[in-house]
């Protein structure tokens, strides 16, 4: 764009890096409106019925008639539920129900050299055993990766593998008893086993972000695993959510954390995903809400955590787990501008499977490090960013466009 924020021709682009003396390398030719290399993996038929989907989640009011019957035919476990999300939703976002069965997506995602994150959502339960189990799948999940170059990343949440109550109460500062110490205890074991097993299979771990009201605790729990494996290479992240107006400070203070206890920091970067129940919340109980004023806000905070991991990227890996074009474009730009190696393993972009494939296969065309987590979405929470279905929507129209094909 020109200062007068009017489109550059390319060709003009390449005259004037060529006059400033910079290489190939230096040049940056990214179009997040190139949908054919957006949709080159995708048949016709394909993107017709990605077409036909993403035009039913753009109506708000039927998202939300359908979520509501079809959470509660889930409940019910009527037999026909299953098979119609299958064949719908979970084909467009999730790139299998098993590990074995999510190869063909990783090797295709692969072909266009965009690597993949297994990403296992479990929700909060109660019980040791329960526990136990995301845990163990995370620990498959690793093992499956070593063997897949493909595979760098797996995802999990901490909530899956302690109760709820429990970051709760260490977050408010209660004190320990006989059984919270060694639930405590069971907590780091089983967090310090997943990672302890990431750090020898060369893989890396992403702790997701949750509630405000138990994201202290996450902190802390993801500190001490960052403490303990993150000395030689990045093995552990946390995810900075920063659509909270405390976020920009914690990431700061993070890196200045690293540094005096020697280790690196892995930082996933999000806008954020709990925005309604934090202010309800809030609301409810009477305190400040912890969420940003507005998107302005929180854009910029993005953008500035962005800088400063680019700036620091020697000793702090950072993931820019976003579908704003913007911050997508502006850390691209600063890659380029610094001369840093495209697919530096420490600059990482991430986009959900079957969301911005504009973004993630014209970056990875780019030649920047690329990955993408399998992971369904709730309904609910899609319908909320409206804006997200109109473009996609959008998006996979122009391109039936271009092959001149009707959707």
């Known amino acids: 764009m020109n200062e007068l924020g009017k489109p ?23 179009d997040f409106s190139n949908t054919e290399v957006a949709f080159k993996r995708k048949s016709n038929e394909e993107l017709k019925k ?87 799948e995370t620990i498959r999940a690793i093992e499956f990766a070593k063997h897949s170059d493909a595979v760098p990343v797996v995802s999990t949440k901490i909530s899956g593998m302690a109760r709820f109550g429990l970051l709760e109460s260490l977050q408010q500062g209660e004190p320990f008893n006989r059984d919270t110490r060694v639930e405590y205890k069971s907590v780091l074991k089983r967090l310090d ?74 930082a996933k970067l999000v806008r954020g995903a709990y925005m309604e129940k934090e202010r309800e919340r809030a609301e409810e109980m009477g305190y400040p809400s912890p969420i940003q004023p507005n998107k302005d806000a929180t854009d910029d905070a993005f953008n500035t955590a962005i800088r400063f991991c680019v700036d620091h990227y020697e000793d702090l890996a950072s993931c820019n787990a976003s579908h704003n074009a913007k911050s997508a474009r502006l850390q691209a730009e600063l890659i380029v501008e610094k001369g840093i190696e495209r697919r530096h393993p420490h600059l990482n972009f991430c986009q959900l499977y079957g969301m911005s494939d504009n973004l993630t296969f014209n970056l990875a065309n780019a030649g920047f490090h690329e990955v993408v987590p399998y992971l369904i979405r709730r309904a609910e929470e ?15 129209l122009k391109e039936l466009k271009r092959r001149g094909v009707k959707a």
């Open 382 to 396: 899609n319908s909320s960013v409206t804006g997200d279905m109109t473009r996609e929507y959008k998006l996979v």
């Open 193 to 266: 086993s997943i990672c302890h097993v990431a750090a020898t299979q060369g893989v890396s771990v992403f702790f997701d972000a949750e509630e405000s009201w138990i994201q202290d605790s996450i902190d802390h729990l993801v500190t001490v695993m960052m403490r303990r494996y993150n000395r030689e290479k990045v093995v552990v992240y946390n995810t900075f959510q920063l659509y909270r107006h405390d976020r920009l400070q914690f990431l700061f203070d993070s890196y200045n954390l690293a540094q005096r206890g020697g280790y690196k920091l892995g």
């Open 8 to 30: 550059v021709p390319k060709d003009l682009d390449k005259v004037k890096a060529i006059a400033e003396g910079m290489t190939g390398d230096q040049i940056l030719e990214l």
């Open 50 to 136: 990605s077409a036909w989907l993403f035009g039913l989640m753009n109506k708000h009011w039927l998202v939300g008639i359908g979520s509501k019957i079809g959470l509660a035919a889930i409940r019910l476990r009527l037999p026909f539920v299953e098979s119609i999300v299958k064949a719908t939703i979970f084909e467009q976002f999730c790139g299998g129900t098993t590990l074995l069965e999510s190869m063909p997506s990783i090797e295709n995602l692969d072909r266009f050299k965009v690597f993949s994150i297994l990403d296992y959502g479990a929700e909060a339960k109660t019980t040791e055993e329960d526990f136990n189990h995301p845990m163990k």
